[in-house]
Structure formats: C-alpha cells, structure tokens
C-alpha cells in the first residue's frame, strides 16, 4: 500500500499569512494514464470533509482561489496565499493512483496564532 | 443540489452486525461511483469500500475484508454497508461518498453516522 506522509501535523498561522502542508509518498503517483491522481480535501470542525483539489492542481466548484495545489512524483504540496478564519480544520492528501486501497494522509491541523 | 445521508448508525455489541444505508438525492445515482470512508474518535481519515456506479465492481480495505459488504440498489438510489462480526476498532463515523473519478477521490460527502461497538 502507498503511505502518504504530511508534515507538519500542527500548522499555527497568523490571519493574512500564508501557510504549506507537504504530503509525501511512498511511491511515485505518476498512473500509467498519464495522470497523477493526487488529492487534497479540507475538514472544517464538526464537519464532513469536503474536496479542495483534485488530480494535484485542480480546485473544486466554490473552493477560493487562495488554495493552490503543486507537485510531481511522489511530493506534493497544499499552500494557501493568506489564511482566513475559516479556513482553520484539519487538512488531508489522499492518493489515487495505486489503488486499491485508497490511502490518506495522518491529517494537518491548522490554526490560528 | 447533492444530498448524501447516512442511517443506520448506533450502538452494537462486538460481533453483532449493522446495516448503513447512504440516500442519495440531487443527482443522477447510476453515473457515480460511491466510497465509504470512516473516521475514529479523535483520529484521520480511513478508506473503508468502493462501488462502481453500475455495481459490477467492488473493493474493500483488509481492515473489513470477509466482514464488511458494501453494496446498492440503483432503483432506490441508496447504497448500503453490511457490516458484521464487528469489532471495538470498528468504532468511527461512516461517510459515504460519491465519486465521478476512480483516482480524483469523492466530490461529495455525506454527514456521516456513528457506529460504537461496545459491550
């Protein structure tokens, strides 16, 4: 099973300042289609998660264009320009090329200094 | 708009059985595959199964495999996770989850139902 790793897992951040999440894998994420099936999704607290990026780079419907996906290969990572209040829950990459099974990353938390 | 909604969830003795049903409404149930997820008190995400949108293709995690089915009824637009011999470690909210990309994860998420396996 491909293990994906993040780092770090507790992100303190100041309202208005940027912030990364790095997720890692075990193998590379390259499909045989061409594709690298590299996904992140957002929970807010007490709420299900919701998808933020699929396919490394994609942004959902509605998800704002401060949230910005990047990689290649096996690294990976989730930056958003400057933090909102909202934007504070736990984020996980999720990878989708070598499956089954579908494997997620342990989660960051992000917070608000 | 999409609407997922999980039932079924509750308290079970280990080794029971429970049944999770994921109503779907919003959106065209035969063109979407579906996922369970589940979620431990306190803990990240974990895969659980897989379902093509027609039904002829099915995947589960070696944490559930011969104990959990997943399954659905395309007429009812619902799909089910037959869950038996369960375990504490079973313990988690259950998410369903649709999906339109096999590698893309799930682009909708339902709100979830808690399963407590507890003697």
């Known amino acids: 099973d491909v293990v994906m790793t993040q780092s770090p897992l507790s992100l303190p951040v100041t309202l208005g300042q940027p912030a990364s999440i790095s997720c890692r894998s075990s193998q590379s994420l390259v499909h045989s289609d061409g594709s690298t099936y590299l996904n992140w999704f957002q929970q807010r607290p007490g709420q299900s998660p919701r998808r933020l990026i699929y396919?490394?780079?994609n942004r959902d419907s509605g998800v704002p264009d401060r949230f910005s996906g990047s990689g290649s290969g096996t690294d990976f990572t989730l930056k958003i320009s400057r933090v909102e209040a909202e934007d504070v829950g736990v984020y996980y990459c999720?990878?989708?090329?070598?499956?089954?099974?579908?494997?997620f990353g342990q989660g960051t938390k992000v917070e608000i200094k | 708009q999409v609407q997922l909604v999980e039932s079924g969830g509750g308290v079970v003795q280990p080794g029971r059985s429970l049944r999770l049903s994921c109503a779907a409404s919003g959106f065209t149930f035969t063109t979407y595959g579906m996922h369970w997820v589940r979620q431990a008190p306190g803990k990240g995400l974990e895969w659980v199964a897989v379902i093509s949108n027609d039904g002829s293709k099915k995947y589960s995690a070696d944490s559930v495999k011969g104990r959990f089915t997943i399954s659905r009824d395309n007429s009812k637009n619902t799909l089910y996770l037959q869950m038996s011999s369960l375990r504490a470690e079973d313990t988690a909210v259950y998410y369903c989850a649709r999906f339109g990309c096999w590698g893309c994860g799930p682009d909708y998420w339902g709100q979830g139902t808690q399963v407590t396996v507890s003697s």
């Open positions: 999720m990878q989708g090329t070598h499956w089954p099974p579908w494997t």
């Open positions: 396919k490394v780079s």
